[in-house]
Structure formats: structure tokens, C-alpha cells
């Protein structure tokens, strides 16, 4: 491992520009992902910047929604009395995520910025676009099984493995920041990307950017709504597939859906289409199947070395439908 310098700077702007002097630079929060990166060589910081003392860690009402601070604790997210009854998939999703160690480290700045866990992106003696830009994927053919079904590129067919984050895709959450201009705010779905050509770049953030906290619109229909997440094992697992889904129904009717999906892109997908498809249609099965249907109709599955990920297509179509047929 490469040494590296280690700062606890006084404050958040000062961090912000610590970090955006110095290309290497990272600032580190729970360290869970960024530690493991360090000691596996994915990435070679020469400089660390603390930022646990230095985000808020309040979770705090406004307006009927949340703001909650970018050094809340995953743990502290999910048991929170407020997170529990106005947006239980948000607390599902973070449950369902890591164990309750890594959740009592793990904080709501760094867990949607964790990378891929794509096996190729892990093993830094495989070529990996993302990794090393210009190296090749040693997915494309290679084992598929948690890959990419949608949004992909010949570059890179890694998804993103946060479940916190396919809640947040869901929730129309606000990502707010400190950079090297200034604060700033943007949608949540705004704040990661496809892989296209660059998948070396995860998120539309700025080197030097730092998240200060995540807001939560006040958003009442979320009170009845679902994390579901579909793994390899009942725990410690990524998704294979996963959906968070709230939906509003009236006189048989639905009203309104919000939907996003995870294990299924190189971001937490949401699912535009679907939502358009459920919008003034009856609350039924045959609704749900054509919007989940609606939502992959692009789906395109990777063959692979362990059989590939065709299975994902008709797996995370019925885990819409059962979600949204439990939600109704
Ligand atoms: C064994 C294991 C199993 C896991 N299983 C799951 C799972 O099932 N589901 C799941 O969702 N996650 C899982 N995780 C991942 C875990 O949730 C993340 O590692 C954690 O959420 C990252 O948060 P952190 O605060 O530790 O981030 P760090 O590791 O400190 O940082 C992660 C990245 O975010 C950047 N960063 C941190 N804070 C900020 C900030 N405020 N502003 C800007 N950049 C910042 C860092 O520079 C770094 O690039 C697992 C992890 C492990 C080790």
C-alpha cells in the first residue's frame, strides 16, 4: 500500500479545499469502501481527508420531510422513528444492506458513493475500464451474473451496488453540496451516471465536491411503500435485483407510483416508464405486469462465462409486480 497523509481539517471548507488541490485526494468518511479500495490497490490517495467530525450527523424535520446530515450513521438512518413511519423503504433498504457493524460505520455521505463490487473492478490484476481507462472489461464475457441489464456500454457493464441509494432514486431525494465554488444542490437521480465512455466516472460530481447532507422531500404517499431486495444470500449479499416502489391508490385506482430499481445498471435505475405506464391505471396485476414489462422492454442480457444475467429480465419483472401487488 502506498503511504499517504492522513488531515482532520477544522472545518467542512477547508476539507473541500484540501481535497480539490490535490488530484489524489480523498476525503474519508465510515471508510468501509474506501479502506478495502486502499488495501486492495484500486485506488492510491497520497492524502486522506476526515470528514466524519466534520458533516452533521442531525437527521432532522423540515417541512414534513428530512434533512438528514452527510455523517448520519446507516444505523442511525434506519432506526430513526421519522425514517420508519414516512419512509419505511428507505429504512428497509438500509436494513437490508451490509451488516450491523458496517451500518454502525457506514454514513449517508459516503454509502451512495461506494463503487461497483463488479469482481473485475476488485481485482486489480484484470483490465477494467473503470479501474484503468483504456484497459478493457473483463466482464464483457466473463461472469455476468451481477451485471449490467440496462443502460450499459461496451465500456463497462458494472452496476451500482448501494441499496440506501435506489431508495433515495425513488424518493425524488435532493443531494446537497460544498465544492470549491460554493453550495450547491441537485436531484439525487441526478448524481450518478451511465458508463457510456467513461465509466472511470461514477457520479456528475466534481473532484473537490463534498455532500453535506440529503433531503427528503415531504412526500406522504411514501408511508405505504417497499424496499424489496432479491440476493444470493438472505444477508451480507448484494442485490441481484432489488426495487423500492411507493405507490398511491384511490377507488381501485392508482394515482401516483414512484419506483426505481438496483442490481440492474451502472446507477440506481428509476423507472420512469413504468410509473407512466401505472399512472390512472386500475391497482391490478395485469397493470403492474405491463408496467414492469414497460420498464425492461430495452433490457438487454449478458452472456457470460457463469450462464450470464438473462435470468435479471424476468426476475426483477415479477419482483415489481409482487412488490407493487403487496403495496396495493
Ligand atoms: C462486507 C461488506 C458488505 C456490504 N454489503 C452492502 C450491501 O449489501 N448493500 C449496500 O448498500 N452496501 C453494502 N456495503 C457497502 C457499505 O454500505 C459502504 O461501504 C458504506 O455505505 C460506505 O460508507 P462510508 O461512510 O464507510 O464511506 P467511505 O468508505 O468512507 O467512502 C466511500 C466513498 O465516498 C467518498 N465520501 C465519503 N463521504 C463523502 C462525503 N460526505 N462527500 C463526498 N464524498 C464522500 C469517499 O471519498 C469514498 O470515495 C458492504 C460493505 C462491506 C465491506
Not at 435506489?166 to 453550495?183: F, N, Q, R
Not at 461514477?202 to 411514501?222: F, K, N, R, V, Y
Amino acid at each position: 500500500m502506498r503511504p499517504f497523509e492522513y488531515h482532520v481539517p477544522a472545518d467542512a471548507a477547508t476539507a473541500v479545499r484540501d481535497v480539490a488541490v490535490d488530484p489524489t485526494a480523498k476525503f474519508l468518511a465510515g471508510g468501509t469502501n474506501l479502506v478495502d479500495h486502499l488495501k486492495l490497490g484500486i485506488v492510491e490517495p497520497g492524502l486522506l481527508v476526515d470528514v466524519t467530525a466534520l458533516t452533521s450527523a442531525e437527521i432532522e424535520d423540515r417541512d414534513g420531510g428530512l434533512w438528514i446530515g452527510a455523517g448520519a450513521r446507516n444505523s442511525d438512518l434506519a432506526a430513526d422513528r421519522l425514517v420508519r413511519e414516512r419512509y419505511p423503504l428507505l429504512a428497509q433498504a438500509l436494513l437490508a444492506g451490509a451488516s450491523g457493524q458496517l451500518r454502525n460505520m457506514a454514513t449517508t455521505g459516503g454509502n451512495p458513493l461506494q463503487r461497483t463490487r463488479c469482481v473485475y473492478f476488485q481485482d486489480v490484476t484484470t483490465p477494467c475500464n473503470k479501474r484503468v481507462p483504456g484497459s478493457g472489461c473483463s466482464a464483457v464475457g466473463g461472469y455476468t451474473r451481477y451485471h449490467a441489464i440496462l443502460g450499459a456500454s461496451d465500456h463497462c457493464v458494472a452496476t451500482h451496488p448501494s441499496d440506501m441509494a435506489v431508495a433515495l432514486a425513488a424518493l425524488d431525494a435532493k443531494v446537497h453540496l460544498l465544492g470549491p465554488d460554493g453550495e450547491r444542490s441537485i436531484p439525487f437521480v441526478d448524481l450518478h451516471r451511465l458508463p457510456g465512455a467513461t465509466p472511470e466516472k461514477d457520479t456528475t460530481l466534481q473532484h473537490g465536491d463534498l455532500i453535506t447532507a440529503i433531503e427528503l422531500p415531504s412526500l406522504p404517499m411514501a408511508r405505504r411503500s417497499r424496499y424489496r431486495k432479491v440476493r444470493d444470500r438472505a444477508s451480507y449479499a448484494f442485490a441481484l435485483v432489488s426495487v423500492a416502489a411507493a405507490l398511491d391508490v384511490a377507488d381501485g385506482v392508482v394515482r401516483e407510483a414512484r419506483i426505481a430499481l438496483g442490481g440492474v445498471a451502472h446507477k440506481p435505475w428509476r423507472a420512469h416508464r413504468a410509473e407512466e405506464v401505472l399512472r390512472g391505471a386500475p391497482a391490478e396485476a395485469e397493470s403492474y405486469q405491463r408496467a414492469a414489462r414497460a420498464e425492461v422492454a430495452d433490457a438487454q442480457a449478458l452472456e457470460g462465462l457463469d450462464g450470464g444475467n438473462g435470468f435479471k429480465i424476468p426476475l426483477v419483472t415479477r419482483t415489481l409486480v409482487a412488490v407493487l401487488r403487496e403495496l396495493s
